[in-house]
């Protein structure tokens, strides 16, 4: 029992307050009496602690694509902590870091062969980060310091993450602690051209041009790097219009600024591909990942980086400073060894081209729901979707958190921000799964209004 004791009470817990719980408003947790308390899970559904099984519409948050309890995961972990449960990798290393490094770097686009390894999304951009500012003092442009972000953009909580972040409730409290040089583009979502697109918007690509703005405003010369999601995933799937990554590559590439995807979401085949990069054609500098890489089940994160960048780093002797980052848990062997079934299962059960297949019924199920009462809006891009409610009357976010708990009574485990659903469901989902999702959700919103 979760307190040894066998008489473990989860209301008498959260009431204590012992366990502060993380992205959750004081407000829920003070009005808490009866937390939402998960118990076990398997394949595509969660139990909760009154009993009830419901689907995991995003895949936890985002992370666990090949659903929960994979047997050859379980077997994984278990050999692995028998074997070699834990294993340094500053100076010595071990062979499943070793191996898993050159697997990602094989599935990657090419020119991106080199892999290094942290624990979380939040740490791989902060390595992303600081990989950029690295690159450029070692290429003697240290005066390159500026970093780029976009408004309702999502790079995790670290105080790079946060700075080139654009959502500004997780910035208001920490306004202070900001790093400098930071500025944002404009985010591309604007319902009035684009809302119900089925895919790629065919409107905002020329948004990009406030790359160009900042570039006259500051010049090149003060430019290390342009982070985006190449999808906006936290922020309720705002999908890249026709053109936009591409034309965001040239810009970067004309005026020597590094390109980072932060593919924390989309890495790991939720675009139907290894990565975003695939799908849209348009190769990074660096891509960070986490999540999928260990289906959610022991943390991991990394970077890849081009040739030129790892190149660059490489240049033994000669280099005056050396890249002194990383962290205790880089290259954990449970999360390597955990990987690697994470590929094995992927490559070999076909997942991408599943991915693929169950896009447009996702899309279809997804907007279906058009034409219901109160819906602003429904978008989707590979395997994921958002349905954005019309904010009720009583204030933004109440309908939101009406259609979670109505939700949860029907069998959906939702995530929902303010009044956007977002789904990401597991790859292993069938086509039934997705199509019912939907029609329960049709449910829920009509019984919530
Ligand atoms: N980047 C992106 C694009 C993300 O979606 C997330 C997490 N949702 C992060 C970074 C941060 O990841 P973590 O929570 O593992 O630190």
Request: hydrophobic share 40%; aromatic share 8%.
């Amino acid at each position: 029992m979760p307190n040894g004791t066998g008489n473990f009470d989860p209301v008498a817990a959260v009431e204590k307050g012992a366990y502060w719980q993380p992205f959750t408003a004081t407000r829920v947790l003070q009005a808490n009496s009866a937390p939402r308390t998960l118990v076990s899970a398997k394949g595509a559904y969660y139990q909760t602690l009154d009993g009830k099984k419901v689907f995991d519409t995003l895949s936890g948050l985002w992370c666990t694509p090949l659903g929960h309890g994979h047997p050859l995961i379980a077997e994984a972990v278990k050999a692995q902590v028998e074997t070699l449960d834990f294993a340094p990798c500053f100076q010595v290393t071990h062979e499943g870091a070793l191996s898993l490094a050159q697997r990602i770097a094989d599935m990657a686009p090419e020119g991106m062969n080199h892999v290094f390894f942290a624990n979380s999304g939040s740490e791989a951009v902060d390595t992303a980060l600081k990989v950029a500012l690295g690159y450029h003092r070692l290429k003697g442009a240290g005066n390159r310091f500026r970093m780029i972000g976009r408004e309702r953009g999502y790079h995790g909580v670290g105080f790079g993450g946060m700075s080139v972040g654009g959502i500004l409730s997780n910035r208001k409290m920490f306004a202070a602690g900001m790093m400098p040089g930071v500025d944002h583009l404009r985010h591309t979502y604007e319902p009035q051209h684009m809302a119900f697109t089925r895919g790629q918007p065919t409107w905002g690509a020329h948004r990009v041009e406030d790359l160009e703005r900042l570039v006259a405003l500051h010049d090149a010369s003060t430019i290390a790097a342009v982070i985006v999601e190449p999808v906006q995933g936290s922020t309720g799937v705002i999908v890249p219009p026709l053109g936009y990554l591409q034309r965001l590559r040239e810009i970067c590439t004309q005026h020597g600024i590094l390109l980072i995807f932060d593919e924390v979401i989309t890495g790991f085949g939720r675009m139907g591909a290894p990565f975003a990069a695939q799908r849209f054609g348009v190769t990074p500098d660096i891509i960070t990942f986490a999540k999928a890489v260990t289906n959610g089940v022991v943390p991991m994160g990394g970077v890849i980086v081009t040739d030129e960048i790892y190149k660059t780093f490489m240049m033994g002797p000669k280099s005056a400073i050396e890249f002194c980052h990383g962290y205790t848990y880089s290259g954990h062997p449970l999360a390597a060894a955990v990987g690697h079934v994470v590929l094995d299962v992927m490559e070999g059960e076909g997942l991408y081209e599943r991915v693929r297949a169950l896009e447009p019924v996702l899309e279809d199920a997804a907007h279906s729901l058009k034409g219901l009462q109160n819906i602003a809006d429904i978008r989707n891009i590979g395997l994921t979707a958002a349905v954005e409610l019309k904010p009720a009357e009583a204030g933004a976010g109440v309908r939101g958190t009406a259609v979670f708990e109505e939700g949860l009574r029907q069998g959906l485990l939702l995530r929902v921000t303010g009044d956007i659903i977002s789904f990401g469901p597991p790859f292993i989902s069938t086509e039934q799964e997705l199509k019912d999702m939907m029609l329960t959700l049709r449910n829920v919103i009509e019984t919530v209004g």
